[in-house]
């Protein structure tokens, strides 16, 4: 009895959060594609099982397939953005002078291999400029100046 109670009450705590749900966001893996064009709550509640069952979010956010959204930006690396915009000021000095720890952490959060990061160094002093063309410069704006660099 005390088991079915406990379901009762856990079945009305959840029911309003399901009541009001986006019934069309079950993230992407193979159940959103196994359950593509279902709308009932049951079709899409077996996509978001089948996905953390199989667990393939996290390689399809990084191919860009099953469903998943790729990053069309490394500005959208949350870590690197944090990191920029919490030292605008130590950065900008490491890059102005092409060496600093400043420098160093933000080639790591870039992935940039050991043995390229002082042409990586030099590149970046040289087009300083570009990088932060004025004291109002933001930090979104230095990542999208250091993205054109790294793309152009």
Known sequence: MKRIVTLIVLIAMLAPGVALADRSNTGCGI???????KEG????ACAVITNGIFGNA????????IGCAKAES???NEQL???????MDQLAMDISRGEGDYLLTLAV????????RGEFYGMLQSNFSTIYPDAGVTHTDVLNNLEGLLQG
């Open 81 to 87: 953005d944090r990191f920029v915009g919490d030292n």
């Open 74 to 76: 490394f500005a959208s």
């Open 41 to 44: 709550l049951l079709s899409q």
């Open 31 to 37: 159940g959103t594609i196994i359950f593509e064009g």
């Open 109 to 116: 959060l870039l992935d940039v291999p050991a043995a390229e």
């Open 58 to 65: 996290t390689f399809g956010i990084t191919s860009g397939t």
